[in-house]
């Protein structure tokens, strides 16, 4: 590992990790962000106040911040390092112990489907943030893929998003609202269309993000309206009154779809518009799209997840230049779906 500190000497070091007298919460923050820490006595409870040091990263005194492993590094690694707006409140609310930990990424969507049912139901939970494209030893040791989210309940691994969001509903019954139908018939209906989102949405989601060269106006096109027809479909199976899938009480298939509709607005900066039809003869179809999406985009569960926009930019940015390295950009790029 490369290690250069101005402030505290610079020099290499083997694994620095185990000669910094560090706390559970500082090596967290190491494994995070792959940094090496040299010879920091100073780096203790003391500057870091243990309930808000996650947020506090940038107390850290430059000098003490140093190199990256280049060994591990990931091409998508270098995102900005935590939660903001709304979300970074929520962040700093569940920072205390609890048996329950969500292993969460601030950017990801999956992770927002399950952070959105944490939220719902009020469930206590400990959020911990981890950069799954550095993958630590935390996040691997529970969960072998290394992807977010990931729960840790009562010291036993769980993940998959929609795994984790029926687990929480009925890890906690008493945890309301019921966001899954009583009636057999009509919970199977909501799998359904849980699973249409991830094979199929959330792919057309991608093709249509990655879609490159951005000259290709008949390919973008293509891809554009791929994406509109799944939509189209989905937003068909709606309750007519809504505002919700299902009536007028939130479910658990709004909460798995809503990570993607608060980040439709990336079609809009990267890929010329959604351009969903105004008038014609889908026209109430996409009236009723449109009523849903205000219902899910002003639910406070949704709203306390989800981080200020330009903070996506760079994330996305890859996404759009098709240039991302995660899992789910390769598999887009292979024509397969949700890793
Ligand atoms: N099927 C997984 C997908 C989770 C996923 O892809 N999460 C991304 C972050 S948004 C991740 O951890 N990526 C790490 C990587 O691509 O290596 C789920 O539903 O939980």
Known sequence: ??????????????????????????????????????????????????????????????????SRMST???????????????????????????PLKLYAGWFCPFVGRAWTVLQEKNIPYQYIEVNPYHKPESLLKLNPRGLVPTLEYDNKPLYESTVICEFLEEAYPDHGPKLLPEDPYERAR??????????????????FLQYQPMSDTKGLEEARQEFLSHLKE???????????????????IDLVVAPWAVRLWVFDHYKNGL????????????????????????RPSVRE??????KYYSIYQKYADDEAQSELAKATRKGRGVP
């Not at 849980?194 to 792919?203: F, H």
Request: proline residues 5%; aromatic residues 8%; negative net charge.
């Open 305 to 310: 997840t989800t981080s200020e926009t330009e």
């Open 72 to 98: 591990k590094a990931h091409p998508d690694a270098d995102l900005f390092p935590h939660a903001t707006g709304l979300a970074q409140k929520t962040v700093e609310d569940h920072q205390a112990e609890q």
């Open 275 to 298: 351009n969903i039809p105004e008038g014609g003869e889908d026209s109430a179809v996409w009236s009723r799209f449109n009523k849903w999406l205000k219902a899910v985009e002003e």
């Open 234 to 252: 989905f937003t068909k199976e709606m309750d007519s009154e809504g505002p919700y899938f299902s009536g007028k009480n939130i479910g658990l």
């Open 190 to 207: 909501t799998r359904i269309w849980t699973d249409y989102c991830t094979s199929r949405l959330i792919p057309a989601f991608h093709r």
């Open 1 to 66: 590992m490369q290690s250069v500190c101005g402030g505290c000497h610079a020099y290499d070091h083997g694994d620095v990790r185990k000669t910094v007298n560090a706390t559970p919460r500082l090596r967290h923050l190491y494994d995070l962000y792959d940094i090496a820490i040299i010879n920091a006595p100073s780096l203790d409870n003391d500057n870091l106040n243990a309930k808000t040091s996650f947020t506090n990263h940038a107390k850290i005194p430059n000098h003490h911040l140093v």
